[in-house]
T-cell receptor
Framework: QQPVQSPQAVILREGEDAVINCSSS?????VHWYRQKHGEAPVFLMI?????EQKGHDKISASFNEKKQQSSLYLTASQLSYSGTYFC??????????????FGTGTRLQVFP | ETGVTQTPRHLVMGMTNKKSLKCEQH?????MYWYKQSAKKPLELMFV???????ENNSVPSRFSPECPNSSHLFLHLHTLQPEDSALYLC?????????????FGPGTRLTVL
């Protein structure tokens, strides 16, 4: 069951903020966030494991709601380097924890000067 | 070399060819993954190896055959592929086979099947 990401695309000016959402119909063991720049490998941003958790570094942060069905990625005061496609990867809480991540369709973020 | 490396970076093959993709990780991880990334589609998990044992085969056609001789190396053997198999094939590794661990991706092999 693939998570639903929204929006599909975001266009920003430098310094603007953006929020990317990742939703699941079932509770999740974990949510991963990755960024992939064109022609490059996806790069890990952060992982959330606990309901109600919030974490971040620099101006990129994320939250995981109490029900562990939705996560949001917050990009504040965006920089040109933030441009890329953002993916969430999730594992549905069914049975024991495994190593199988299902990724969302991605959100393409473009930051212009 | 550091991180996760993949060779070749680009591959063009005919439908009757046999080729192999190679992935190597220098991170001391115990789990390795193959993903397929097609245009406008999400990353699709293909195979997972955890401590050299295959723990996941995500209904992948038999024309794709993985091999994991040790925790540092992962291969994807290809034979009689179809044009729709053209995609970016990404390898990843993590400390162990659990979705609690971050995954480190290689740069990918861009495969074109003629």
């Amino acid at each position: 069951q693939q998570p639903v990401q929204s929006p599909q695309a975001v266009i920003l000016r430098e310094g603007e903020d953006a929020v990317i959402n990742c939703s699941s119909s079932k509770a999740l063991y974990s949510v991963h966030w990755y960024r992939q720049k064109h022609g490059e490998a996806p790069v890990f941003l952060m992982i959330l494991l606990k309901g109600g958790e919030q974490k971040g570094h620099d101006k990129i942060s994320a939250s995981f709601n109490e029900k562990k069905q939705q996560s949001s990625l917050y990009l504040t005061a965006s920089q040109l380097s933030y441009s890329g496609t953002y993916f969430c990867g999730t594992e549905i809480m069914e049975g024991h924890n495994t190593d199988k991540l299902i990724f969302g369709t991605g959100t393409r973020l473009q930051v212009f000067p | 070399e550091t991180g996760v490396t993949q060779t070749p970076r680009h591959l063009v093959m005919g439908m009757t060819n046999k080729k192999s993709l190679k992935c190597e990780q220098h991170l001391g991880h115990n789990a390795m993954y193959w993903y397929k990334q097609s245009a406008k589609k999400p990353l699709e998990l293909m195979f997972v190896y955890n401590f050299k044992e295959q723990t996941e085969n995500n209904s992948v056609p038999s024309r794709f055959s993985p091999e994991c001789p040790n925790s540092s190396h992962l291969f994807l053997h290809l034979h009689t592929l179809q044009p729709e198999d053209s995609a970016l094939y990404l390898c990843a590794s993590s400390l162990s086979g659990s979705s609690y661990n971050e995954q480190f991706f290689g740069p990918g092999t861009r495969l074109t099947v003629l």
